[in-house]
């Protein structure tokens, strides 16, 4: 299987996030994906490979213009207001029921595009989201041109940020990217989110939608972040009606719970018979990960790989979430494996 991959993704290096009341150690950090290249390569699963350049033009078929703009200029506002500080910058401030809108100024700005306080904007930010879309883009093209499975190792991930939020260490949906540079080519693609945490992004860009089919595993928003969507009563709207399923889970899930779960995702995208299936590859499910609170464990996720490969299509795999450090590039690389092994 080919991975595409950009060293560009270093240039995002958060240190901090305000999290629980605290500025702690960012998680969302460079050596994720460099874990999981390394892993890739000593199991000599296939050739890991550069992406090309496709430009603004597929990302503003999924993000707003107004967005795209500030992402591209944040941090050089925030270093201007901020002069004397090297802080990344991060909102304080939102516009609240009963507030105005206002966008005049960094600070109203952030406040207007962000979810949370955990998705820093740093010097490098921008640019590696950039890249993490071209490698995402590349590795759609390669689909179009027949190969029959892809991994993208796109960092930082993206199944949180919507046609115009950030949050959740997301900027641009790269996944979402992909499928809609796929629809726009005359394929049909479905997405499947196994993440952790709901793939809410993904979901509010295609819940209108017929062509578009979103699936998500993920623990229940009733006490998981993205807290305010994730919900099983959420089914799509209007035309999209019936193309959105959530299956929200208990915290503690291990893999009995899981995989019936998964075999009852996987129905539907058998009857939506997909041209490409995107998977939102979180691997934060993992009984060790720092942030999170499901218990699969690493042989796991070859039987995940396998039961993808079941549905006999063709397959992009895209890196979102995973922060067990010792543990992702295995795990990772075991979902790849055993999608191939199928
Ligand atoms: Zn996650």
Not at 14 to 42: N, W
Not at 144 to 151: L, S, T
Not at 248 to 272: G, M
């Amino acid at each position: 299987m080919k991975t595409f991959y950009s060293p560009a993704h270093r240039q995002h290096a958060p240190k901090e996030e305000f999290e629980a009341g605290r500025l702690s150690p960012a998680v969302e950090v460079p050596e994720r994906a460099e874990r999981v290249r390394a892993e890739i390569e000593r199991r000599n699963l296939g050739p890991v490979l550069p992406p090309e350049r496709f430009g603004e033009e597929p990302i503003l078929r999924v993000h707003a213009p107004a967005f795209m703009s500030f992402l591209g200029t944040a941090y050089a506002e925030w270093r201007k207001r901020y002069s004397n500080d090297t802080a990344d910058a991060l909102p304080s401030a939102w516009p609240a029921r009963g507030m105005r809108f206002n966008d005049s100024d960094i600070e109203s700005r952030l406040g207007s595009f962000a979810s949370d306080t955990a998705t820093p904007i740093g010097a490098g930010t921008h640019e590696a989201a950039r890249a993490a879309v071209n490698v995402i883009l590349t590795a759609a093209q390669a689909m179009q041109r027949g190969e029959p499975a892809v991994f993208a190792l796109t960092r930082p991930p993206g199944h949180h940020a919507s046609a115009d939020v950030f949050g959740g260490y997301c900027y641009f949906n790269n996944v979402a990217v992909a499928a809609q540079w796929l629809a726009d080519r005359g394929l049909r693609p479905a997405i499947l989110d196994v993440d952790y945490h709901h793939g809410n992004g993904t979901q509010a860009i295609f819940y209108m939608r017929s062509d578009v089919l979103f699936v998500s595993i993920h623990a229940d928003p009733s006490f998981a972040f993205p807290h305010f969507l994730g919900f099983a009563d959420e089914r799509g709207e209007g035309a999209g009606e019936g193309f959105n399923l959530n299956l929200p889970l208990r915290r503690f899930t291990d893999w009995a719970a899981y995989s019936v779960a998964l075999e009852a995702a996987l129905a539907p995208i058998q009857h939506f018979s997909p041209d490409v299936l995107l998977v939102s590859l979180g691997l934060d499910t993992f009984e060790a990960d720092p942030i999170s609170h499901f218990r699969l464990k690493r042989e796991d996720y070859l039987r995940m790989g396998e039961a993808l490969a079941a549905l006999r299509r063709p397959a992009l795999f895209a890196f979102e979430g995973g922060y067990n450090l010792e543990a992702l590039g295995d795990i990772t690389a075991n979902v790849l494996e055993g999608f191939e092994a199928a």
